[in-house]
Each structure stands twice: as C-alpha cells, then as structure tokens.
C-alpha cells in the first residue's frame, strides 16, 4: 500500500480511514472553537484557502510575516488542543514512514473549494526541517504538484482522495509544492469541500 514519491515522501492510501469518523468529528469540534478564517498574506493578498489549528502552536500569517503562535489571533485564546484521533493518526504514520519519534506541535488544517488553489512554496518556519510533516486528505479529491528544491524544477501530479496520508520528511521535506484549483466535486462526509490536516514540529 506504500508509494514512495521520491526519498523521504511516502503516500499511505487510505490510512486515515481508520479513524474516519474520529477525525470528522474532531474537526467539527476544532472549527467551532477555531473558525476557517482566509488569512492575509505578507503582501497584502487574502489567501484562497481558508486556515485554521489545533495544538500549543498554529501557523499564521498577516501583513507582518508568517509564523508559529500560540494563540488564535481572531479570538486572543489558545488554539484548541491537538485531539487525540489527530495525535494516533500522525505519530502512527510517521513510524509507519520511519520516524518514530515523531509527536507534532501543531496542525494546520486547511479548507479548500471548488477552485480553491495553493500556489508552490516551500514550508520552512518549522525549527528542525529534519523532522517530517504529515498531512492526511479528507473530502473531495485533490491534485497535489510535488516539485523539486527551485521553484521552476519540473513537478509530479500526485492525485490525493479521502483517507490518504503522505509524510514528508528528509531530502523531500524542502521540495515545492501546491495544490492545483480543485474541480467541483462531492463527498458524502464534507460536501462540496476537502480539508487537509497537515502536522508539524514547529517548535
Ligand atoms: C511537501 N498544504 O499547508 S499538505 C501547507 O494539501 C500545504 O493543504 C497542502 O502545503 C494541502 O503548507 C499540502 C502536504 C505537505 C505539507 C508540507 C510539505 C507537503 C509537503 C513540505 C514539504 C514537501
Ligand atoms: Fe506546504
């Protein structure tokens, strides 16, 4: 069931069904605490994939960068904590991947639309870029561009569905990467949406 994309980015189709109804049911409770919000990038620009967090650090960005807090800058409270559905789920596939000792910090949770898109970047604001990230698709499908270390190496066309895990670690975890505009699609759990949960060592 493992496919390797390249060194150190390992897709695990279907992993997260196991704990299907555990994780929706945890992203609920998240997004009534944490509400998607779409954040407003460094250069002003509103981000077209609503952002959320759950766990003692969440990734935000505004006018003045991007980095790791530990509160909601909407709210002023704490992020809700990581659930543990979400802790079994990534410290299970990081071993699965060979990082045993992975225990995330923080978990971005991304929503997406019918034509929402994620342009290529690199994730680096995470203290050790030797640890991996583990991001787990829930909802409608998705094309995931997997790139290389410049932003004009060529890509791959990853298609990722409901219950795919894919942990991102060691000569992978500083590749480029997107999300190309999403088709209109359903999913009988998420309706017209697909969220990705992406876990992280940030501090
Ligand atoms: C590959 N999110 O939030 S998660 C992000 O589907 C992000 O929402 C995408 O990229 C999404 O930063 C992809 C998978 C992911 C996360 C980090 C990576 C892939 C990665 C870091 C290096 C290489
Ligand atoms: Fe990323």
Redesign the pocket.
């Known amino acids: 069931r493992d496919e390797r994309l390249c060194d150190g980015?390992v897709v695990l189709r279907g992993f997260a069904l196991a704990e299907e109804s555990a994780l929706l049911q945890a992203v609920a409770a998240i997004t009534a605490q944490a509400p998607f919000r779409h954040q407003l990038t460094p250069g002003g620009l509103r981000m077209s994939?609503a952002m959320t967090n759950a766990g003692p650090l969440g990734w935000t960005s505004d006018r003045r960068g991007y980095r790791y807090a530990p509160r909601d800058p909407d709210s002023g409270e704490p992020w809700p904590p990581l659930p543990p559905a979400f802790m079994r789920l990534a410290v299970a596939a990081a071993a699965h991947a060979g990082f045993p000792g992975f225990v995330p910090d923080a978990c971005?949770l991304?929503r997406?639309e019918p034509g929402t898109r994620?342009s290529l970047?690199?994730?680096r604001d995470e203290r050790d870029l030797g640890l991996p990230?583990v991001?787990a698709?829930l909802g409608i499908p998705?094309v995931?561009l997997?790139g290389g270390l410049q932003r004009t190496d060529p890509v791959q066309r990853v298609p990722?569905a409901h219950g795919d895990v894919?942990v991102?670690g060691g000569a992978?975890?500083?590749?480029f990467?997107?999300?190309l505009p999403l088709k209109p699609n359903h999913h009988p759990a998420l309706g017209e949406c697909r969220i990705?949960l992406?876990f992280r060592r940030a501090d």
């Open positions: 980015a994939v971005l991304n997406y994620l970047h690199q994730d990230i991001s698709s998705a995931f997997f990722l894919v991102w992978a975890r500083l590749r990467h997107g999300v990705n992406s």
